[in-house]
Every structure is written in structure tokens, then in C-alpha cells.
């Protein structure tokens, strides 16, 4: 079954296309990560998935609720931890899941915080906590851990991963770290060129298996002879 | 403990100069004078009538004042289209200084007390007009657009983001439309009054009475700065998250 189907998708800003003719397909209960250089289009294609942009050409077809993880956290400073996910709560089961997913993410002890006293982590806890929610089919995560330190990175990473297990969910993960789209990811694909297209589509567990050298050169990293880049984020 | 030198200084200065006779009781009535004239009007009732009419006349100008720009500064900050219609007009009477409205007010309310509570209302309104507006168009667009991606419906977006999003902002402006409320206030009360505590500073002048003066300068200080700092916890309490420097 297919979760998202992107065809000839083509988007500009400032009559400038940043993506044409994209194709793109996921599948339920994958996890797709999209790579790619600054400014290829990533968050692009994430938002014209989500609603929140209009492609310009082409159709966009998602099968089943989204929920949305954005690169802050975009908490409302007004609400509590408890609050801004029920905010995105519209049904009374949905809103007797708020405790269920606050404690899946970790933060029940602090679900009567104000964003304000948060940490990085725990505010971006709490987004994922809020997309969550609703159950969704389909989970977008724009760089939802570019933002934090290096352990907290790893933390979360893991919190994810048990987490799209956990709730059988696809998941499409824009990130610019090659070791955590590795990480996650059962597909990866590099974005690039002007307009970007997929340069680079690579299975975990397929014929043949995934290769991170490849996908570095597809990001335009240069590897020396007999050595592979240590290069963690692009 | 620095903050007291200057007024107990001020004070001191005060109480030497009319104790010393540098200064004639007519031209600055000594503490002892102003405390006992306090407490003249304090026993007669006059004092508590005074200060009613004023606080009366600021709370329903400044009310009217916060409710029409409520209204008309949502509007404004809700479409571009209202905005043009409204924004425009209310800016161009922004700028003549509200007391040159006197003169038309007087003409056509005559000097009872509608021409007062008009005159607060005109003070207070701006302010919070301006403060509404610009506190809209200040809404964190991210946010918004967390609203929009969870498809948020028309009613709970402004009940549950525009109007805490917004509130600081109108908070501010109310504490400020306040101030101008009292300032307001003392030119009404100033132009025809047969009670307040701006009459009581026409009355004092014309009988030469600087103790009446005075005692009518401090019950305005006392009664802006009272509802200053009711208006001020007010802010505290409901902006409480806000994550500002002194939050």
C-alpha cells in the first residue's frame, strides 16, 4: 500500500524551480529519509506533502492523517506541555490519548510545564508528543533534531525509532545527517541538482545493500582514495 | 535604600523651606498644612466624593475606550481589506493631538458629564487601538502555521492563538490607554467640574489654596499609580508565560 505519492511535482520560488518533475512514492510503515545540501528542496517537499505549500505542477496524494514534527518545536508559550498536545486533540478518544502520548515521549513529569521551562529536548518531545495526537497514519519530521546537542541527537533518534515502531506509522524524515538517516530510515533518498531531483535512492536491506559511500558522493562529498568520510552532517 | 534619598530629600527641602518663611503659604502650603487639609476633606466627605467622581469618570471612559478599540482593532488586524478601510482614517485622527478636540466636544455635549467621559475615552483609546493592531500583525507566523497544519478551525484559532498570542501586546496598550485616562481626565475635569479631584485643583487655585493643590496633586498621583500597578499584576498574571527577562 502507498502511504504518500508525489508525481511530477514541480515547485518555485521567486521563478525559480526548486524541485520539477519529482517523483516520489512511500509506502505504508516505511521510514523514508530525504537528504540532500541546503537549500535542495527538502523542507520544501515535506511542506508541499503537509499542505502547507502548493505545488506549482503535479499532484500530491497522501493516504491517511498526518501529524507534523516541526525543526523547533513550535509550542504555544501559553500552554503547558498538556495543553499544547490537547490543542491538537479533536475528539474525546484523541483527548484521552494526551496523557498516553505525553508519557510515550517521555515527558509525563512534565506535562504541567510551560514551554518556557523546557529544555531543547524535552520542548521537542513535546511536538512530537502534539503530531502524535491524532494517531496519525503518517508522520512528517522536518529536521525535528537539528536543533539539539550531539547526545540529546542520539536520545531522541532513538525515541523516534521505538516510537514509528511503536505506532506502526510511516514516517518521511528530512534530515542532514547521513549517520541518522541510516539510522532510521528503511529507504534513503538524496536530493539534488537545480531543480533538485532524487540523485540517489538507496533500500536498508536491498540488492544491492546500502551504501553510505554512495550516498555521500551523491551529496557531493569528495572521498579520498581508500577512505571513507567521517563527515557526521553535511 | 537608594531610592528613597531623592524623595525624602525633596521632602526634606519642602518641610525647611515653608518652616523657614522662604516661601509665603500662598505661593506653597507646608506638609503640615497639606496633611491637615487632607484630613479636613477626609472628615467632611468631600474627599471621598472627589475621588469617586474621578475614578467613576476614568473607569467608564477608559472601558468604552478599551471595548471600542477591541473591536475596531481586531478588524482592523483581521484582513488586509478592513484594515485599509479603517486603519487609514483612525491614524489621521491619531495625529491631532487629542485636546484639540475640546472645543467640538464642548459644543456639541455641553459640559455635563458625557463631555468628560468622551474626552477619557478619546485618551485611552489610541493606545490600546494601536497596541491590538500591531499585536496581531505581530503573531508569530510559525505558529500560525502549526495551526494550520493541524487544520484549526476558524472560532478556536482566535479564541485559543490570536488572543493569547496577542494578549501581551494588549495588555501594554491597556496600561498605557490608563495612563492617558487619567491625563485625560484632569483637562476634562479642568475645563468645568463641579466635583473631582480636578476640581478640587480649580478650586484650590482660585482661592489660593496651594494645600488644596497639593492635596489633589497627590490623590492623582496616588490613584495613577494605584491602578498602574493593578493594571501591572494584571499583565504579570495572564503573560506569566511569556519568556521574557523579568518573567
Same mark, same amino acid.
Given at each position: 500500500?502507498?502511504?504518500?505519492?508525489?508525481?511530477?511535482?514541480?515547485?518555485?520560488?521567486?521563478?525559480?524551480?526548486?524541485?520539477?518533475?519529482?517523483?516520489?512514492?512511500?509506502?505504508?510503515?516505511?521510514?523514508?529519509?530525504?537528504?540532500?545540501?541546503?537549500?535542495?528542496?527538502?523542507?520544501?517537499?515535506?511542506?508541499?506533502?503537509?499542505?502547507?505549500?502548493?505545488?506549482?505542477?503535479?499532484?500530491?496524494?497522501?493516504?491517511?492523517?498526518?501529524?507534523?514534527?516541526?525543526?523547533?518545536?513550535?509550542?504555544?508559550?501559553?500552554?503547558?506541555?498538556?495543553?499544547?498536545?490537547?490543542?491538537? #486533540?479533536?475528539?474525546?478518544?484523541?483527548?484521552?490519548?494526551? #496523557?498516553?502520548?505525553?508519557?510515550?515521549?517521555?515527558?509525563?513529569? #512534565?506535562?504541567?510545564?510551560?514551554?518556557? %521551562?523546557?529544555?531543547?529536548?524535552?520542548?521537542?518531545?513535546?511536538?512530537?508528543?502534539?503530531?502524535?495526537?491524532?494517531?496519525?497514519?503518517?508522520?512528517?519530521?522536518?529536521?525535528?533534531?537539528?536543533?539539539?546537542?550531539?547526545?540529546?541527537?542520539?536520545?531522541? %533518534?532513538?525515541?523516534?525509532?521505538?516510537?514509528?515502531?511503536?505506532?506502526?506509522?510511516?514516517?518521511?524524515?528530512?534530515?542532514?545527517?547521513?549517520?541518522?538517516?541510516?539510522?532510521? #530510515?528503511?529507504?534513503?533518498?538524496?536530493?539534488?541538482?537545480?531543480?533538485?531531483?532524487?540523485?540517489?535512492?538507496?533500500?536498508?536491506?536491498?540488492?544491492?545493500?546500502?551504501?553510505?559511500?554512495?550516498?555521500?558522493?551523491?551529496?557531493?562529498?569528495?572521498?579520498?582514495?581508500?577512505?571513507?568520510?567521517?563527515?557526521?552532517?553535511? | 535604600?537608594?531610592?528613597?534619598?531623592?524623595?525624602?530629600?525633596?521632602?526634606? *527641602?519642602?518641610?525647611?523651606?515653608?518652616?523657614?518663611?522662604?516661601?509665603?503659604? +500662598?505661593?506653597?502650603?507646608?506638609?503640615?498644612?497639606?496633611?491637615?487639609? *487632607?484630613?479636613? @476633606?477626609?472628615?467632611?466627605?468631600?474627599?471621598?466624593?472627589?475621588?469617586?467622581?474621578?475614578?467613576?469618570?476614568?473607569?467608564?471612559?477608559?472601558?468604552?475606550?478599551?471595548?471600542?478599540? @477591541?473591536?475596531?482593532?481586531? *478588524?482592523?488586524?483581521?484582513? /488586509?481589506?478592513?484594515?485599509?478601510?479603517?486603519?487609514?482614517?483612525?491614524?489621521?485622527?491619531?495625529?491631532?493631538?487629542?485636546?484639540?478636540?475640546?472645543? @467640538?466636544?464642548?459644543?456639541?455635549?455641553?459640559?455635563?458629564?458625557?463631555?468628560?467621559?468622551?474626552?477619557?475615552?478619546?485618551?485611552?483609546?489610541?493606545?490600546? +487601538?494601536?497596541?491590538?493592531?500591531?499585536?496581531?500583525?505581530?503573531?508569530? /507566523?510559525?505558529?500560525?502555521?502549526?495551526?494550520?497544519?493541524? &487544520?484549526?478551525?476558524?472560532?478556536?484559532?482566535?479564541?485559543?492563538?490570536?488572543?493569547?498570542?496577542?494578549?501581551?501586546?494588549?495588555?501594554?496598550?491597556? /496600561?498605557?490607554?490608563?495612563?492617558?485616562?487619567?491625563?485625560?481626565?484632569?483637562?476634562?475635569? @479642568?475645563?468645568?467640574?463641579?466635583?473631582?479631584?480636578?476640581?478640587?485643583?480649580?478650586?484650590?487655585?482660585?482661592?489660593?489654596?496651594? &494645600?488644596?493643590?497639593?492635596?489633589?496633586?497627590?490623590?492623582?498621583?496616588?490613584?495613577?499609580?494605584?491602578? &498602574?500597578?493593578?493594571? +501591572?499584576?494584571?499583565?504579570?498574571?495572564?503573560?506569566?508565560?511569556?519568556?521574557?527577562?523579568?518573567?
Amino acid at each position: 500500500m502507498i502511504a504518500v505519492a508525489l508525481a511530477g511535482l514541480r515547485k518555485a520560488f521567486g521563478g525559480h524551480d526548486v524541485f520539477a518533475g519529482l517523483e516520489l512514492t512511500v509506502l505504508e510503515r516505511e521510514t523514508l529519509a530525504i537528504l540532500g545540501p541546503s537549500g535542495s528542496g527538502k523542507s520544501t517537499l515535506l511542506r508541499c506533502i503537509a499542505g502547507l505549500e502548493t505545488p506549482d505542477e503535479g499532484s500530491v496524494a497522501v493516504n491517511g492523517e498526518v501529524g507534523y514534527v516541526f525543526q523547533e518545536p513550535r509550542l504555544f508559550p501559553w500552554l503547558d506541555v498538556e495543553g499544547n498536545v490537547a490543542f491538537a #486533540a479533536r475528539t474525546p478518544q484523541e483527548r484521552a490519548r494526551v #496523557a498516553e502520548v505525553i508519557e510515550l515521549v517521555g515527558l509525563t513529569g #512534565a506535562a504541567k510545564r510551560l514551554p518556557k %521551562q523546557l529544555s531543547g529536548g524535552m520542548a521537542q518531545r513535546a511536538g512530537l508528543a502534539r503530531a502524535l495526537v491524532r494517531n496519525p497514519k503518517i508522520l512528517l519530521l522536518d529536521e525535528p533534531l537539528a536543533a539539539l546537542d550531539a547526545l540529546k541527537r542520539l536520545e531522541l %533518534q532513538a525515541a523516534i525509532r521505538d516510537i514509528v515502531r511503536l505506532t506502526h506509522a510511516t514516517a518521511v524524515l528530512v534530515t542532514h545527517d547521513v549517520n541518522e538517516a541510516l539510522y532510521l #530510515a528503511d529507504r534513503v533518498v538524496v536530493l539534488g541538482g537545480h531543480p533538485a531531483t532524487i540523485v540517489q535512492s538507496q533500500v536498508r536491506n536491498g540488492v544491492p545493500p546500502i551504501d553510505r559511500d554512495e550516498i555521500l558522493r551523491a551529496l557531493g562529498v569528495r572521498l579520498d582514495a581508500g577512505e571513507s568520510a567521517r563527515g557526521e552532517a553535511i | 535604600m537608594v531610592r528613597f534619598v531623592l524623595p525624602v530629600a525633596l521632602v526634606a *527641602l519642602w518641610f525647611a523651606s515653608t518652616a523657614a518663611g522662604w516661601v509665603k503659604p +500662598y505661593q506653597l502650603a507646608s506638609p503640615g498644612a497639606v496633611a491637615s487639609e *487632607l484630613g479636613t @476633606l477626609f472628615a467632611s466627605g468631600q474627599l471621598q466624593s472627589d475621588v469617586w467622581a474621578s475614578v467613576e469618570r476614568v473607569a467608564i471612559g477608559f472601558a468604552c475606550a478599551f471595548v471600542l478599540a @477591541l473591536v475596531l482593532g481586531s *478588524l482592523a488586524g483581521s484582513t /488586509r481589506a478592513a484594515r485599509l478601510a479603517i486603519d487609514p482614517t483612525l491614524q489621521a485622527i491619531r495625529a491631532v493631538p487629542s485636546l484639540a478636540w475640546v472645543p @467640538l466636544i464642548l459644543i456639541w455635549l455641553g459640559i455635563g458629564e458625557p463631555a468628560k467621559i468622551v474626552l477619557v475615552a478619546i485618551g485611552a483609546f489610541f493606545p490600546i +487601538y494601536v497596541s491590538i493592531v500591531s499585536g496581531i500583525e505581530g503573531i508569530d /507566523r510559525k505558529l500560525l502555521e502549526v495551526a494550520r497544519v493541524l &487544520d484549526t478551525g476558524r472560532l478556536k484559532l482566535i479564541a485559543q492563538v490570536m488572543v493569547p498570542a496577542t494578549l501581551p501586546q494588549l495588555l501594554i496598550g491597556a /496600561r498605557l490607554g490608563l495612563t492617558q485616562a487619567w491625563l485625560f481626565l484632569v483637562a476634562a475635569e @479642568l475645563l468645568a467640574a463641579s466635583r473631582g479631584l480636578g476640581f478640587l485643583l480649580t478650586d484650590g487655585q482660585q482661592l489660593s489654596r496651594t &494645600d488644596e493643590v497639593l492635596v489633589a496633586i497627590l490623590l492623582f498621583a496616588l490613584c495613577g499609580k494605584l491602578t &498602574d500597578m493593578g493594571m +501591572y499584576a494584571l499583565e504579570r498574571r495572564l503573560t506569566g508565560w511569556a519568556d521574557t527577562a523579568t518573567a
